[in-house]
């Protein structure tokens, strides 16, 4: 299966400040996908990253405050801007592999104080 | 609205006993249903899937039972190790490989030696 890099693994960052979370994948994928797990709670997708096109966003999640750039079918970033302690929470990289197989990262581990 | 559940939050066996977690969903349109493993400070492992058409599926200790019409789908562990201790989560995928997931809530499982 694919294996998924994400970068950092875990930070602590100031309120209002923004955090850069890369996602590196070691073959080409269609489609990525970015989740996020808020402490105790499942997973929720926000967005999924189209390659050479804007992401697609979840309900309850916009653009200015979760930009997404996929500049190439191994690569993806997702910005978490203007932090407040709220976005404290696992951000995970995803890719379909296949019908039914989805592959994670390891996840950032974000703490916004 | 939860359109994916695990009505319990924990689950405890003792090692070399079966598991059996649970899950119900709400949308007969998912097509997929997946099963992850979580460790603490790790990304999502996938286990296994099952297809709507099937209502089982076999990957060595692992089984997935799905009943369509209870809307019902259990993971079956056998034999439980005590390295299967971990959060398991259901996921279930939507009509037309769109990749995207909805996760439940998660079972803590616990294997004792």
């Known amino acids: 299966s694919a294996v998924i890099s994400q970068k950092p693994s875990r930070d602590i960052c100031q309120r209002g400040t923004s955090l850069t979370i890369q996602c590196q994948v070691d073959s080409q994928v269609t489609m990525m996908f970015w989740y996020r797990q808020q402490p105790g709670q499942s997973l929720t997708l926000i967005a999924t990253a189209n390659q050479g096109s804007e992401a697609t966003y979840e309900s309850g999640f916009v653009i200015d405050k979760f930009p997404i750039s996929r500049p190439n079918l191994t690569f993806s970033t997702l910005t978490v801007s203007n932090m407040s302690p709220e976005d404290s929470s696992i951000y995970l990289c995803s890719v379909l592999e296949q019908v039914g197989q989805n592959t994670f990262g390891s996840g950032t581990r974000l703490t916004v104080v | 609205d939860q359109q994916v559940k695990q009505n319990s939050p924990s689950l405890s066996v003792q090692e070399g006993r079966i598991s059996i977690l649970n899950c119900d969903y709400t949308?007969?349109?998912?097509?997929?249903f997946l099963w992850y493993k979580k460790y603490p400070a790790e990304g999502p492992t996938f286990l296994i899937s099952i297809s709507s058409i099937k209502d089982k599926n076999e990957d060595g200790r692992f089984t997935v039972f799905l009943n369509k019409s209870a809307k019902h789908l259990s993971l079956h562990i056998v034999p439980s190790q005590p390295g299967d201790s971990a959060v398991y989560f259901c996921a279930a995928s939507e009509t037309g490989n769109t990749g995207k997931l909805i996760f439940g809530q998660g079972t803590t499982l616990q294997v004792k030696p």
């Open positions: 949308n007969s349109m998912f097509d997929y």
